[in-house]
């Protein structure tokens, strides 16, 4: 599995960006996904996961409502539909893939991409 990540990049507050994560795997619809981040100085946390078939999402409470977790697996590849973006969001942002049931919990996940910068200004 290689995962890359894409899609990152500087927006104001109140603004929108959408990720995206590629895999080469042609047996992508047998992981569940997850976007976790990692902002400057602070642990790495959970941001929003899908099953396999994209039948089951889940999201942090400090995304929920603004954050959008989809997936294609025909074209092998989940994404992250971030809008109302606040300076909080800033940080580096990874897509992970695991087999079996989604979790929300990054040490369950197995393959993990290189990363990719979201800074939102104020």
């Known amino acids: 599995v290689q995962l890359v990540e894409s899609g990152g990049g500087l927006v104001q507050a109140g603004g929108s960006l959408r990720l995206s994560c590629a895999d080469s795997?042609?047996?992508?619809?047998?992981?569940?996904m997850g976007w976790f981040r990692q902002a400057p100085g602070k642990e790495r946390e959970f941001v929003a996961a899908i099953s396999w078939n994209g039948g089951s999402t889940y999201y942090a409470d400090s995304v929920k409502g603004r954050f959008t977790i989809s997936r294609d697996n025909a074209k092998n590849t989940v994404y992250l539909q971030m809008n109302s973006l606040k300076p909080e969001d800033t940080a580096v942002y990874y897509c992970a893939a695991k087999l079996s049931r989604v979790g929300v919990y990054d040490r369950l996940y197995n393959y993990w991409g290189q990363g990719t910068q979201v800074t939102v200004s104020s």
């Open positions: 795997e042609r047996a992508f619809s047998n992981y569940a």
